[in-house]
């Protein structure tokens, strides 16, 4: 079974800091999807970036990158130039294969709350 | 943009009641799931639907029901609601058939508590 372990359940950084959030991960399979999720406070969960094992270069969206380690079974997030609203709940979740299959499910770690001060 | 939306942000109930959450998503997502959310626990999947009326259990289904009588839309029941169902409710969705690369779509959550 897939296992997603979030090591650090809270951590503060100051406005404009990078910050890198870890998470590490358990499975068998050679190929699956990797995600981080953000859920600000008292709002709706989207999604930041996600990362396709079979695919070496590490995904990149604008401030939010991953360091993907795919040996190590590591997936960790930084986030670079942190503002206000970076403040929220990260989580990471892992899937095991392209989304095809009726009772395919996504695995979640069990999140960091982070706090970006002024 | 796809929406999904729960018709209660806030709820507070008795416990024995019972407590209908409701989710409904705009986009014609075949797939839709209810997680629960606690702190130091993160998400749980309670129940998912793949299609109307067809339901499966997630990994803590017990004390929960669902009912999908409509594409759009996915209840989640509490028969009879304890205080160890204080939580936060979060409904989602997917496509299967275009979101190969798994983008789950949220609701804002509901928050329920039983007193």
């Known amino acids: 079974a897939q296992t997603v372990t979030q090591s650090q359940p809270e951590m503060s950084v100051q406005e404009a800091e990078t910050v890198t959030l870890s998470c590490t991960y358990d499975?068998?399979?050679?190929?699956?999807?990797l995600f981080w999720y953000k859920q600000p406070p008292s709002r709706q969960m989207i999604l930041v970036i996600r990362q396709e094992a079979y695919k070496q270069q590490n995904a990149t969206e604008n401030r939010f990158s991953v360091n993907f380690q795919k040996a190590a079974k590591s997936f960790s997030l930084k986030i670079s130039d942190s503002q206000l609203g970076d403040t929220a709940m990260y989580f990471c979740?892992?899937?095991?294969?392209?989304?095809?299959?009726?009772?395919?499910?996504?695995?979640f770690g069990k999140g960091t709350r982070l706090h970006i001060l002024p | 943009d796809v929406k999904v939306t729960q018709s209660s942000r806030y709820l507070v109930k008795r416990t024995g009641e019972k407590v209908f959450l409701e989710c409904v998503q705009d986009?014609?997502?075949?797939?839709m799931f209810w997680y629960r959310q606690d702190p130091g626990l993160g998400l749980r999947l309670i129940y998912f639907s793949y299609d109307v009326k067809m339901k499966e259990k997630g990994d803590i289904p017990e004390g929960y029901s669902v009912s999908r009588e409509k594409k759009e839309r996915f209840s989640l029941i509490l028969e009879s609601a304890s205080t160890n169902q204080t939580s936060m409710y979060l409904c989602a969705s997917i496509d299967p058939g275009t979101s190969v690369d798994g983008e789950l779509f949220f609701g804002e959550g509901s928050r329920l508590t039983v007193l």
């Open positions: 499975t068998s399979e050679s190929n699956y999807y």
């Open positions: 979740a892992f899937m095991k294969h392209a989304y095809r299959n009726r009772d395919d499910k996504i695995i």
């Open positions: 986009m014609d997502h075949e797939n």
